[in-house]
């Protein structure tokens, strides 16, 4: 069944393109344009990576082992990771990697797999400089004044294809930034000469006649890219907010420099918001998956719950829709452990997988998914329910929680309150109730007692 995807570039659905499986060295080539690495990543970020991982997974079972190469790339150098390096007085690689180490952890918390090659900025410093001086060579990139390189938009006629930026949209989004030296507001810088008071001890030795500095931000992936995967790739994919300006420019550099087409297919998933605004980092309104799991969430629930929008759809994260997914993912588990490991009904979750393949339609599938259980057992295989467990990375039961133990003071008013209920004696236990609340309790009434959980932060 082949795998369907919205395409950006031709705004239209497309076929993926399917390797010839009787060739071992023909490969599906997948770029993900993976984290900056300066913080703790937030569940939006996790969001496009968690739809990645299963886009990954997909392409995996339909078309066989090692007949898929995914890269995703660590920005280990820029403005943000420099001024992060300052702010605690630490070497830029001491930071990269403790956030690095973080962005790990959670990816296998969230059960996404690995990259094949997982390339960064700083390890390929050369490559980015190789590229740039053919750029320069192609009259494509030019040398301003302060030893940076730019590139020059003017040079392309096809830039802005993939956004379809208006000229006057272009100027007023990059107005904002290094307007200096450069010959059109819209150029682009490939290379940042050294600027001794912003980047402390960050520089390596520039393209051919250019100052010492470091690289621009959109010129690593181009050079990871065809590094690591060749100039023409399969697929190339990220959140909405990367189509313009970085894969606009990484367009631009990779074609200039190669001459052939860059990616055959653009495919980018909306973001996760949080009260109608998009989750960032830089607005502060994030949770990262650290802070739901001192919630008492499992990781897998947060996964579940991300891969309940449709991902071409912006999605509106609450806690509510973990407390949802929690009951979800319980139900899953418990179906996949009540089936036998034989059964004849080997189509049993085909709409699953039609609705996955169909532009990863996840509430299609997710509703066809349960649509099987509720059906009940009969007739279906484990491994059946395995394989749909495989794609959507859901495959491993949730880890135990740790126990909430209710502090002493708590279970005293809740016993008090229990006899001001039993003695009728409503004004006490109301505010009894009230006082527990008030520590994070709820108190459940039962016919013959009480259960005490802690409250859910909405
Ligand atoms: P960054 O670490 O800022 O380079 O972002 C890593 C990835 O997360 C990129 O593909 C972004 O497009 C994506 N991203 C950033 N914010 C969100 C969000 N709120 N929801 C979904 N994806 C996001
Ligand atoms: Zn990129």
Not at 271 to 295: A, E, I, P
Not at 380 to 398: I, M, N, Q, T, Y
Request: aromatic share 8%.
């Amino acid at each position: 069944m082949a795998i369907r995807l919205h395409d950006s570039l031709t705004r239209s659905l497309q076929e993926l393109r399917r390797p010839d499986p009787t060739d071992p060295r023909d490969v599906f080539t997948f770029y993900n344009c993976g984290p900056t690495v300066y913080g703790p990543a937030h569940i939006g970020n996790f969001r496009t990576f968690v739809v990645n991982d299963v886009l990954r997974r997909l392409l995996e079972l339909e078309y066989g082992p090692g007949k898929v190469k995914h890269v995703r790339n660590l920005t280990d150098v820029d403005d943000r990771t420099i001024g992060q390096a300052k702010k605690d007085q630490r070497s830029l690689a001491e930071i990269t990697r403790k956030w690095t180490d973080l962005f790990h952890a959670d990816c296998a918390a969230l059960n996404c797999l690995p990259p094949h090659v997982e390339p960064t900025a700083t390890g390929h410093i050369r490559e980015q400089v190789d590229m740039i001086e053919v750029l320069m060579e192609k009259g494509n990139a030019y040398r301003a004044p302060d030893g940076s390189v730019y590139f020059k938009i003017a040079s392309f006629p096809e830039y802005g294809a993939l956004s379809r930026i208006k000229e006057r949209e272009l100027k007023v989004t990059n107005s904002a930034f290094d307007a200096d030296h450069k010959d059109d507001i819209g150029d682009f810088a490939l290379w940042k000469a050294y600027k001794p008071e912003e980047d402390g001890d960050v520089q390596w030795p520039g393209p051919r006649t250019a100052a010492a500095g470091r690289p621009g931000w959109h010129i690593e992936c181009s050079a990871m890219i065809k590094r690591h995967l060749g100039e023409t790739i399969d697929l190339h994919t990220g959140g909405v907010d990367l189509l313009f300006p970085h894969h606009e420019n990484e367009i631009a550099q990779s074609q200039c420099c190669n001459g052939t087409i860059f990616a055959r297919h653009w495919y980018h998933s909306e973001h996760l918001l949080v009260d109608g605004t998009t989750m960032s980092k830089s607005k502060g309104n994030y949770y990262t998956l650290g802070d739901l799991v001192q919630k008492d969430f499992d990781p897998l629930v947060v996964r579940l719950a991300l891969l309940q929008g449709h991902p071409r759809k912006q999605q509106n994260f609450t806690l509510d829709s973990l407390h949802s997914a929690d009951k979800a993912l319980t139900t899953i588990h418990s179906y996949w452990q009540s089936l036998p490991l034989k059964a004849d009904r080997a189509t049993a979750f085909d709409a699953v997988f039609s609705a996955l393949h169909d532009d990863l339609n996840f509430p299609a599938a997710l509703g066809a998914f349960f649509t099987v259980i509720n059906r009940g057992p009969s007739g279906v295989a484990k491994s059946d329910c395995e394989k749909v467990l495989f794609a959507l990375g859901l495959g491993r039961e949730p880890a135990k929680r740790p126990d909430r133990r209710i502090p002493d003071a708590i279970t005293a008013f809740a016993e008090k309150r229990w006899a001001a209920k039993l003695a009728k004696d409503f004004a006490t236990a109301d505010a009894l109730r009230k006082e527990i609340a008030a520590a994070g309790w709820s108190m459940l009434d039962r016919k013959d007692g009480y259960s005490l959980e802690p409250l859910k932060k909405a």
